[in-house]
């Protein structure tokens, strides 16, 4: 046991009580057996944390960050690392991009392919606690466009942790905010344990996704908060950059978690090039988004056997910059490479997903939208509990963005590549006006659909724009999108 004896100077306090909390001192926020505690550092403590992490992994301990600032550019987290945050541990990450040009990602997104935090080819990654992690999304921002309802950001900026074919990582506790890209990207990880994170970003900052579990496997995600305006929960299957898919996506469970998103909140697609399996969302909230629950095959992957189960949600409409517009259900399956031109592919067929025990409230409607018959199949809505209100933005289309013209619009075109595209009308490419006006459920070449104990309250008299059957199916029409041209 370690006795302090009352000092003066204020130095002597400072060192006892750090020699107080290293061999634990019989405080409350004392260190743990077999715990190092590392302490900001004044100026950059980039290469002094980096050491710690390294020296501790190493040595099989863990590392506690104490309370405090610490600045940091690019960080790697190595294999062991057993990382804790103490209650008012603040990483505050640099503003420029080229402080991470040593992290650079197999996942290229937009011009952007480097992450503040990285680890590839770890195993047993442990970092928890009450921390925060800073990004410095405001330096990449550029403008803002007032109809489309977003911020412009730079070309290139930095994904604030990306984790490339790890294995046994968890992650419990901490909070991010600010992220300028994607915030917390996996790539061909297994045995990933989320629980209990906190990510806030600007709702107006395109492409700064929650979570994006990237051809992973064997994950469960809990507990978690997200407010960002890009995707929150979101599972991909990207291409890597020789552009081969990364993986598939399976035996996934997203359960306990409250989603603001501006664009879709729990989230399958749009890159697809390899397979979805065995994926559940369960007993979620989706709180002032746009769309709540999605599915989008674009490039090749097939998509088997996902349940969304016991969600609560609440779907407004967005301006134009943001895809959807506050549908609480939406599928969509179209070409982005349509057959025929430079590397294209039919997208992957969806089929045996369920949807049980959704309700909430929605200004958009249920799209279920397959561009070539029977592209949708299998497909079960049961126990659904819907109010449909008229929006402010009175939008009334349906959207299957992202089609080719985003993928790859014309150079004299108006608009963001992956974003938003006009065509020569000056209309947005992909917003397509519904058929007679809007219903409660819109479904469009989807075969094998089974309605069950399904009510849409709707407003009476409906608002103009709006169509007079609750539900409008219809089938056997030919493919549009997917036979786009470059």
């Not at 405080?27 to 020296?55: H, I, S, Y």
């Not at 879709?264 to 629950?293: P, V």
């Amino acid at each position: 046991m370690l006795f302090l004896l009352p000092l003066i100077a204020a130095k002597n306090r400072l060192i006892l009580l750090q020699i107080s909390l290293l061999e634990g001192g019989g405080r409350e926020d004392a260190l743990r057996e077999g715990e190092k505690l590392f302490t900001p550092v004044e100026g950059d403590a980039t290469a002094a944390l980096q050491a710690a992490m390294e020296a501790a992994a190493a040595n099989g301990e863990a590392l506690r960050l104490a309370a405090g600032r610490y600045a940091c550019a690019g960080l790697r987290l190595p294999s062991g690392l057993d990382l804790r945050f103490s209650a008012g541990a603040v990483l505050v990450f640099a503003e420029s991009y080229e402080a991470y040009a040593a992290n650079e990602v197999g996942i290229e997104a937009e011009q952007s392919s480097r992450a503040m935090i990285m680890a590839r080819d770890a195993v047993d990654i442990s970092i928890t606690g009450p921390g925060l992690i800073r990004a410095p999304g405001p330096a990449y921002v550029t403008g803002r466009l007032e109809d489309m309802g977003t911020l412009v950001p730079a070309a290139s900026r930095p994904r604030v942790m990306a984790l490339e074919n790890c294995k046994g990582v968890t992650l419990t506790g901490f909070s991010v905010e600010a992220s300028p890209m994607w915030t917390l990207h996996f790539v061909e990880c297994e045995e990933l344990r989320i629980s209990g994170l906190s990510v806030a970003n600007d709702l107006e900052m395109p492409n700064t996704d929650g979570m994006v579990l990237d051809a992973c496997r064997d994950v469960r995600v809990e507990r978690c908060r997200i407010s960002t305006a890009d995707d929150g929960i979101v599972l991909k299957t990207s291409a890597r950059l020789d552009g081969a898919p990364a993986g598939a996506c399976r035996d996934i469970v997203v359960a306990d978690c409250d989603i603001e998103s501006r664009s879709c909140a729990l989230k399958l697609g749009t890159e697809s090039h390899g397979d979805f399996e065995n994926i559940e969302f369960r007993d979620c909230r989706i709180l002032r988004s746009n769309r709540a629950l999605g599915i989008f095959s674009r490039d090749g992957g097939k998509v088997r056997n996902i349940a969304f189960r016991r969600i609560g949600l609440s779907c407004g409409e967005t301006p134009e910059g943001f895809w959807g517009s506050g549908e609480a259900v939406t599928i969509t399956v179209l070409d982005r490479r349509p057959l025929g031109t430079p590397g294209g592919k039919a997208a992957g067929d969806v089929r045996d997903v369920v949807f049980e025990d959704i309700s909430g409230r929605m200004e958009g409607a249920v799209n279920l939208i397959a561009d070539k018959p029977g592209a949708i199949s299998g497909l079960r809505l049961s126990r659904i509990r819907l109010v449909q209100a008229d929006g402010a933005w009175r939008g009334h289309y349906y959207d299957v963005r992202p089609t080719a013209a985003d993928l790859a619009p014309s150079p004299d075109a108006a608009g963001r590549a992956n974003a938003w595209v006009k065509g020569a009308d000056g209309k947005v490419i992909g917003l397509v006006p519904y058929p007679g006006g809007m219903p409660g459920l819109y479904a469009h070449n989807v075969e094998g659909l089974v309605l069950e104990d399904m009510v849409i309250e709707r407003p009476l008299p409906l608002p103009g724009g709006w169509h007079a059957q609750e539900q409008v199916v219809v089938s056997g029409v030919p493919a549009v999108w997917s036979v786009y041209g470059l």
